[in-house]
Nanobody, 121 residues
Framework: QEQFVESGGGLVQPGGSLRLSCVGSGSIFSIYAKAWYRQAPGKQRELVAAITNGDVTIYADSVKGRFTISRDNAENTVYLQMNSLKPEDTAVYYC???????????????WGHGTQVTVSS
């Protein structure tokens, strides 16, 4: 059974930074590609960033140049470094494992409980 524990969220002022972590347990976390999603109130969950085991990365246009995804398979952990945060980045952030093919990330149904990020002055 796959389980993820996300952490690192919080309240930050616009322009600030946060680093999210997701520790996975189970048999597939280190094998599959990994991603961060977010869901703001009243909106659909959206892909923020993904990383393959070959370190191919993809980002949503809204976070390019500000967010960086990285992984440590030995620690079963995926990170999301978020800089220059904006109020529109406010959301619950979730990690996921999935497949990357045809230049697109395809999520599985395994999700953690998420971590809240609030960007406000």
């Amino acid at each position: 059974q796959e389980q993820f524990v996300e952490s690192g969220g919080g309240l930050v002022q616009p322009g600030g930074s946060l680093r999210l972590s997701c520790v996975g347990s189970g048999s597939i976390f280190s094998i599959y590609a990994k991603a961060w999603y977010r869901q703001a109130p009243g909106k659909q969950r959206e892909l923020v960033a993904a990383i393959t085991n070959g370190d191919v990365t993809i980002y949503a246009d809204s976070v390019k140049g500000r967010f960086t995804i990285s992984r440590d398979n030995a620690e079963n952990t995926v990170y999301l470094q978020m800089n220059s945060l904006k109020p529109e980045d406010t959301a619950v952030y979730y990690c996921n494992v999935g497949a990357y093919y045809n230049s697109k990330y395809h999520p599985t149904g395994f999700w953690g409980h998420g971590t809240q990020v609030t960007v406000s002055s």
